[in-house]
Nanobody, 127 residues
Framework: QVQLVESGGGLVQAGGSLRLSCAASGRTFSSYAMGWFRQAPGKERAFVAAFSWSGSSTYYADSVKGRFTISRDNAKNTVYLQMNSLKPEDTAVYYC????????????????????WGQGTQVTVSS
């Protein structure tokens, strides 16, 4: 079993930066592929970024490439999402997720591919 807790969301002006953290519990954390997804009001949950358990495969949504960076610290059981050059359209609830596999079978990963979810953290970007 894996439990995920996100933090780091908030209100930021366009062009600013935020770093989201996802603290994971569970001794097999380092064996799971993990990712970030987001859900804007009135929209479906969508893929943002993800990597395989080894970190050798990393994926980004086209809308965030070059601006967002996903990383993990296995010693701290934490996954990060560094978000730079934020835009108002990045406003959403951001969710950390994990699949009980070492890699995602579909590229880009889909919300249904995950077995574990955090509670979400709100990111609001003002214009």
């Amino acid at each position: 079993q894996v439990q995920l807790v996100e933090s780091g969301g908030g209100l930021v002006q366009a062009g600013g930066s935020l770093r989201l953290s996802c603290a994971a519990s569970g001794r097999t954390f380092s064996s799971y592929a993990m990712g970030w997804f987001r859900q804007a009001p009135g929209k479906e949950r969508a893929f943002v970024a993800a990597f395989s358990w080894s970190g050798s495969s990393t994926y980004y949504a086209d809308s965030v490439k070059g601006r967002f960076t996903i990383s993990r610290d296995n010693a701290k059981n934490t996954v990060y999402l560094q978000m730079n050059s934020l835009k108002p359209e990045d406003t959403a609830v951001y969710y950390c997720a994990a699949t009980s596999s070492s890699y995602y079978r579909r590229v880009p990963p889909q919300p249904a591919d995950n077995d574990y979810w955090g509670q979400g953290t709100q990111v609001t970007v003002s214009s």
